[in-house]
């Protein structure tokens, strides 16, 4: 069966009835077409082309047109030679259109004669082609490509179906008693029925040639599905080049019912489209994105598309992710009587896969309703199936979908021949539970945020559950950002959305801004365009909008409440609060961050260090700096000593004892350790501790100080006792003068070994070596290595402390946290681990996508951690609440 004949089966009982509908909505009437008149203008276009065209191997036609009454009979026109038919958009960028005709190797198109100047002007410098062919309203050229690039293809082609043939005929000689694979051939008489190509917006666009058997299966389910009856309206939504169109086009014509056309500058004036669909023509069965309902608007949508009085019977809705059945609920009117559908499929098997009607108890049910909507059923003739990662089907749990089918297998761009039944990947995930699918989204819409994955669809759809958001969209803005967009039933504040969106989604999938727009733009095919988004967001240039000193501190203030969801807090923000005490957590600083630079107009250098480390005053301080260089601080430097982010539990240098409650939520001791650290390259870091004065380190108004090896001269004692103690022999070691020079007593220098330790295999990471301030003599060595153990050895023992076994080999070295409580050391299996320094336990672990060899860096300042990573990104990792803050490729 073919998509011609399904047509020709319904013309012959309804011959005298309305089968096509154009109304171009300028106040003329509407121009209908009977099936007779369709079926008799298809015939007589099919014997020209029969005239005139010499095909080769491969039949198939271009179509060149924008939405008329006469398309229809132009489709079925050529399906009649029989030729498959290859629409092409004379709005599509022609790049995206060169590429296609030449993938295919077209040699003839039709173009509608109103469009004639434009494809030769997009198209003069790409083609020749011979002398036109004129019928009626439509032009055949016949194309002759300029380079040798699509004169190679067919020969490529010819290739790959001569390897295909002589693999199949070596399997058959090597098993004759194993049946021969049974394989659909592109060439044969009949076989396709139109050629299509993907959007692109994963890769480059893959051309898909369908065969009837693919598609009609999909046509003759639909019509019983939906009970298709003659007295039904049909809405041409869909563009041509998007295969939803040839479900529209063939339910209708195949069942004695009218199809409804409009141009498609109509399609994009929402409150015109429904008074033409709903009002005028009493449309009764519509498949659509759920993108181009949203455009209707709730109201319209609630008043016209799904009233209690509507004509509008089925509503069909795929291609993106399902609404939630909460947003769907608030659409539909009272009494609303309209069947709604979640229908899914790829267009690599054209057209649909799965179906699912939303029971009308959940639809009429006034409980708010957080269910997943299932994908729903296989289709007549589809295969379905989920595989896991190491592609094995699975009853239960997450993976990804396979579509196929024996007859439902489509061509890939220069593909000859398919086995028969074919499954293809589908790049969506889904779980599965209790028997049905639900969508989880698409495979490249799974980021890595803050060391975690995020599916950023989940970010849209909890956006669009809330009351005041009409539609929304999100991207990830160049892999940095997570964009909302979003359009608005009413003037909302911005600080409302976060922290309503901060009820229902984790840290990390919180949006990093909020873009408000007018409407949503999406792409021909009725779908969100993300690529215009991110021009939207490009273009909005941020200009300093500050009249003074006294207006920046006043929207410093209002964004330190807002973020910290202060904002009915009448009270003014003291001076002397500090971001992380009030409630702030790393995320959040982030958001001020950004919130204060978009403010200024410009990137505040340090201004992250200083959120996290100081007071409100001092924030402003620094701002003030970079948007008025010229003004005076508030406060000098020499009033304020910068509070490092260890003050936190500290006193203040001015004596003012401070009462704080830690940021650092730890489960058995929120307590600072002080210590003295030496890691690879002879680095000492002290911090946390007062008795560095005695050092000669830092004066004591100082936290932390870093001393590298080339300035060790200037410590004026670093001798502990316990180690020259302890040394039998006084001339391996050489003395230190009360006044910092190197003495001369000891003539030589010696090395002896004090101690050894067996980690098992070899050591790759440099020690760490960390000498606590209050017990001098309980020093301790952490070392990793090839044999996976982490192990913490006595420094003047090397007695095993504690040992941790970790998934893989240890190259990095260790790291210790600000507080002395953690130590952080990279792992060959891409994790990241922070294991408590006094017993090994394991706190927390970070993911990476490769394996981690490089050794983790503390900022004594902010206390952060950063470490690199095979997979090309550095980390900033907060191990206090658990979550890293940024990935730098």
């Not at 073919?2 to 020709?8: C, F, N, S």
């Not at 599509?92 to 100047?117: D, G, R």
């Not at 994963?202 to 369908?210: A, D, H, L």
């Not at 067996?758 to 070596?769: H, I, Q």
Request: glycine residues 6%; contains cysteine; proline residues 4%.
């Amino acid at each position: 069966m073919t998509l011609q004949e399904l047509v020709h089966q319904a013309a012959s009982i309804y011959s005298d009835k309305i089968a096509v509908c154009f109304d171009e909505c300028n106040n003329q009437p509407p121009v209908y077409y009977t099936y007779k008149t369709v079926v008799n203008a298809a015939s007589e276009l099919s014997n020209f082309l029969l005239l005139h065209c010499d095909f080769q191997e491969i039949q198939e036609v271009g179509l060149y047109c924008h939405p008329g009454i006469n398309l229809p009979s132009w489709i079925l026109g050529i399906l009649q030679v029989p030729a498959a038919y290859a629409p092409i958009d004379p709005d599509s960028p022609p790049a995206l259109s060169t590429h296609f005709m030449k993938k295919c190797n077209l040699s003839y198109i039709l173009v509608e004669k109103q469009q004639i100047n434009k494809f030769k002007s997009s198209y003069e410098t790409l083609l020749n082609y011979d002398t036109p062919k004129e019928y009626n309203d439509l032009v055949l050229f016949r194309l002759h490509w300029k380079n040798a690039e699509a004169s190679l293809m067919l020969n490529d082609r010819k290739q790959n179906y001569e390897k295909e043939k002589m693999a199949n005929s070596t399997n058959s000689e090597n098993s004759n008693a194993e049946k021969t694979e049974e394989r659909m051939d592109v060439r044969q008489k009949n076989c396709l029925a139109y050629v299509l190509h993907t959007s692109g917006t994963t890769g480059i666009p893959k051309i898909v040639r369908v065969p009837h058997a693919c598609i009609v299966p999909n046509i003759q389910h639909f019509r019983v599905l939906f009970e298709i009856t003659q007295e039904d309206v049909l809405f041409l939504a869909s563009p041509l080049t998007f295969d939803p169109s040839v479900v529209e086009i063939f339910v209708a014509l195949s069942s004695g019912a009218c199809l409804l056309i409009v141009p498609t500058s109509v399609k994009m004036l929402p409150s015109k489209l429904a008074a033409v669909l709903f009002s005028h023509h009493r449309v009764t069965i519509l498949q659509a994105t759920p993108t181009l309902l949203r455009r209707f608007g709730s109201q319209l949508i609630k008043s016209t598309v799904l009233s209690a009085s509507t004509s509008l019977r089925v509503l069909a809705l795929g291609g993106e992710a399902f609404p939630s059945l909460t947003v769907l609920k608030s659409w539909r009117g009272v009494d609303n009587k309209t069947q709604i559908f979640n229908v899914y499929g790829i267009t690599e098997v054209s057209s649909w896969a799965t179906f699912h009607r939303i029971p009308e108890k959940f639809l009429n049910s006034t409980l708010k309703c957080e269910l997943p909507v299932p994908l729903g059923f296989p289709l007549l003739g589809t295969v379905v199936e989920v595989r896991d990662t190491d592609g094995f089907t699975i009853q239960e749990g997450h993976g990804q979908v396979f579509l196929g089918g024996r007859n439902r297998v489509c061509f890939l761009d220069d593909e000859m021949t398919v086995p028969l039944g074919t499954m293809r990947a589908t790049g969506d995930l889904v779980m599965v539970k209790d028997g049905e699918m639900f969508f989880l989204g698409r495979k490249d819409s799974q980021i890595k945020r803050h060391g975690k994955r995020l599916n950023i669809e989940l970010v849209q759809q909890v956006a669009e559950g809330l009351q005041q958001v009409e539609s929304c969209a999100v991207t990830w803005y160049n892999q940095e950002k997570l964009i909302l967009f979003m359009v608005s039933k009413n003037d909302l504040v911005k600080e409302y959305i976060f922290k309503e969106l901060q009820k229902h989604l984790p840290s990390h999938a919180i949006p990093d801004e909020l873009v408000l727009i007018d409407s949503l733009p999406f792409t021909s095919h009725g779908k969100i365009d993300v690529s215009e988004l991110n021009k939207i967001y490009l273009n909005l240039k941020p200009e300093c909008k500050l009249n003074g000193k006294e207006e920046l501190w006043e929207k410093l203030q209002y964004l330190w409440k807002s973020i910290l969801n202060l904002s009915e807090d009448p009270l003014k923000v003291s001076d002397e609060s500090l971001f992380l005490n009030s409630g702030g957590d790393s995320l959040k600083s982030i958001r001020l961050l950004n919130e204060i630079e978009k403010l200024v107009g410009t990137s505040v250098p340090g201004l992250l260090e200083i959120i996290l480390s100081s007071s409100i005053l001092e924030i402003y301080n620094h701002v003030l700096q970079t948007v008025f260089p010229d003004e005076d601080l508030v406060f000098s430097k020499n009033y304020a000593t910068k509070r490092k982010f260890s003050d936190i539990y500290q006193e203040e240098t001015s004596g003012k004892s401070l009462h704080q409650k830690s940021v650092m939520t730890l489960n058995y001791d929120n307590e600072l350790t002080a210590f003295t650290t030496v890691s690879r390259g002879s680095q000492i870091l002290s911090l946390n501790s007062k008795f560095l004065t005695k050092l000669g380190l830092c004066s004591s108004a100082q936290s932390s100080d870093l001393i590298s090896q080339t300035n060790i001269q200037n410590v004026k004692s670093l001798n502990p006792p316990a180690l020259i103690g302890k040394s039998k022999d006084p001339s391996c070691t050489a003395k230190v003068s009360e006044e910092g020079t190197y003495g001369t007593a000891a003539k030589k220098m010696e090395l002896h070994v004090r101690w050894r330790s067996d980690t098992g295999k070899c050591v790759d990471a440099s020690p760490l070596v960390v000498i606590p301030a209050v017990d001098e003599s309980s020093a301790t060595v952490y070392i990793g290595s090839h044999s996976h153990r982490m192990m913490a050895l006595d420094l003047y023992s090397g007695k095993v402390k504690w040992e941790q076994i970790l998934e893989d080999r240890i190259e990095s070295s260790a790291c210790i946290s600000k507080c002395g409580n953690f130590i952080v050391v990279g792992c060959y299996n891409g994790l990241v681990y922070v294991l408590k320094s006094n017993s090994g336990e394991k706190y927390w672990m970070f993911s990476t996508e490769d394996a981690v060899k490089s050794s983790a860096t503390m900022d004594p300042t902010t206390g952060l951690l950063y470490i690199g990573s095979h997979d090309q990104h550095s980390y900033a990792l907060d191990i206090y609440v658990r979550i890293h803050l940024i990935s730098l490729s």
